[in-house]
């Protein structure tokens, strides 16, 4: 099935670190780059910068969760992107069109995706980031998106690598079934079924990924991420899972939803393992000269 990338660029004012104006400076944010104006959703990217002495040159694509019904923005998105930020990464969280609540098809998150990652890479000497270290980092349904951009992509598009957390990566048996009703309707053709259930698709040039589930995940079956891991393997791909033994959904009982809770369980421990992993796969490089 061919997804077409068919969405405008409109640049909203691009500015460089330090120059971003009153309300960007209050939180921390770049402006936003808005993707399509036309869509009611108005997809966009918006983009966290480290500061240049601490920039790594790395740069993740942050696709929040909500079960393609709504987005959390905050801990799963902007709380994520500048927790990354200060540690050198670039975090450039992407609001993406929902299908059934802005009457957008199937295919709108994952266009929307492709294209963030072809706006990131054209602006990389301006954003200080290399256009070869664009990794994409998603939470559950969000997670859905990373792993779908990481196996449905062409050579513009595919990221470097993914993070995946508590991520919904199959439409079909241990799927989830809101996340599949929002994004397919209530009775899905068994073909976009298969098409949306990343653990098929997996292949050599799939990017190596980095998984993180809860064991006790009462919302998103940790079979999302095991099963996905062992096709990456299967598939030779460089893959690291953590299956932790509690935190439910949301990694609740550690470090909140994303990043930024209250830390209670080991699981919380995850973004420092994410960063331990991209460290030893040389994706924190410094920013070439």
């Not at 709108?108 to 706006?119: G, Q």
């Not at 919904?168 to 098409?195: I, Q």
Request: hydrophobic share 45%.
């Amino acid at each position: 099935m061919n997804l077409p990338i068919a969405l405008g660029l409109i640049l909203a004012g691009l500015l460089s670190a330090g120059q971003a104006s009153a309300a960007d400076a209050l939180s921390g944010r770049q402006p936003d780059i808005i993707l399509d104006q036309a869509q009611p959703a108005q997809p966009s990217l918006t983009a966290h910068l480290p500061a240049p002495g601490k920039a790594t040159g790395a740069a993740i694509i942050i696709c929040p969760g909500g079960g393609y019904g709504g987005l959390t923005m905050g801990s799963e998105g902007h709380d994520t992107a500048a927790w990354f930020a200060e540690r050198g990464v670039a975090g450039l969280v992407l609001t993406y069109r929902l299908p059934v609540a802005h009457g957008a098809d199937h295919g709108a998150p994952l266009e929307d995706a492709h294209h963030a990652i072809t706006v990131a890479r054209a602006h990389a000497a301006a954003w200080g980031i290399d256009a070869h270290r664009l990794g994409i980092l998603g939470y559950s349904a969000g997670g859905h998106l990373a792993a779908t951009a990481g196996t449905h992509f062409d050579a513009a598009t595919r990221p470097d690598f993914m993070l995946l957390i508590y991520p919904v990566v199959t439409m079909g048996e241990h799927g989830h079934g809101g996340s599949r009703a929002n994004l397919l309707g209530p009775h899905p053709d068994p073909a976009l079924v298969a098409f949306y259930s990343n653990e098929l698709h997996v292949t050599k040039d799939t990017p190596p990924a980095f998984l993180v589930h809860a064991n006790d995940d009462h919302g998103v079956s940790p079979l999302n991420s095991v099963n996905f891991y062992l096709a990456l393997q299967a598939a030779g791909v460089p893959a690291e899972l953590h299956v932790y033994e509690t935190g439910d959904h949301g990694m609740k009982s550690g470090a909140g939803y994303g990043i930024g809770g209250p830390t209670k369980n080991i699981a919380s421990s995850w973004p420092e393992r994410a960063m331990e992993w991209m460290r030893q796969r040389g994706v924190l490089g410094q920013v070439a000269p």
